[in-house]
């Protein structure tokens, strides 16, 4: 009985930390979030008229100081396997990757990450990543990235009909978004909120 009481306790420490506090992750949105980032973001997507792709790829390049076509090249190199981002450790990408999900994922993810957007069809539930499971993967190992890389790249689920057409419930991404966008992304969904900031009054 020992055996099992203790990894049982280990892992509860892991989720909610000594005092409570721990692994719950993903950060918070308002907590995550460089307010310089989602500025950025919106004013690449203005100028692009909302398209999501070609506003990342401009934002990367100014700030790079590379030509686009080079942004572009250098994001074909990315692996699709393996983040090059490190959840723990780049705020920076945490950041732009809590930006990214709340333009493109929260109204089906919601805010809180918790699968319960208002986009979210009924029938075809949006992935919690709050759930006991996901939150004790990603504490132990940073969570199914590889897998979640393809369910936003090629999209996921049964086929459903939304206003623009019939499509995987959870929609392909991959004509929307870089390779470095979904690993960003994922970056957010990996954080953790013992990892988080501390809020300051500005």
Not at 28 to 42: N, R
Not at 169 to 180: D, H, K, S, V, Y
């Amino acid at each position: 009985m020992e055996c099992i009481v203790v990894p049982v306790a280990a892992a509860l420490v892991l989720l909610n930390g000594p005092a409570g506090f721990g692994c719950a992750g993903p950060q918070p949105l308002d907590v995550a979030i460089d307010p310089a980032d989602e500025l950025a973001y919106a004013t690449a997507l203005d100028a692009t008229e909302l398209d999501s792709r070609k506003a990342f790829i401009q934002w990367m390049s100014a700030e790079r100081g590379l030509a686009p076509d080079a942004v572009v090249r250098a994001d074909a190199q990315i692996s699709e396997s393996r983040n090059p981002f490190d959840a723990r450790r780049d705020r920076r990408a945490v950041s732009r990757g809590a930006v990214l999900y709340k333009v493109h994922c929260a109204k089906c993810h919601g805010e809180d990450t918790r699968g319960e957007g208002p986009a979210t069809l009924a029938g075809h539930p949006a992935s919690n990543f709050k759930s006991p499971l996901k939150r004790l993967s990603v504490t132990l190992f940073g969570g199914a990235a590889g897998s979640w890389f393809r369910a936003i790249r090629d999209g996921k689920g049964d086929e459903v009909e939304y206003p623009l057409g019939a499509t995987a419930a959870m929609p392909p991404f991959a004509g929307e978004l870089t390779r470095e966008q979904i690993w960003l992304t994922i970056t957010y969904l990996q954080s953790l909120d013992m990892y988080a900031p501390a809020k300051t009054d500005d």
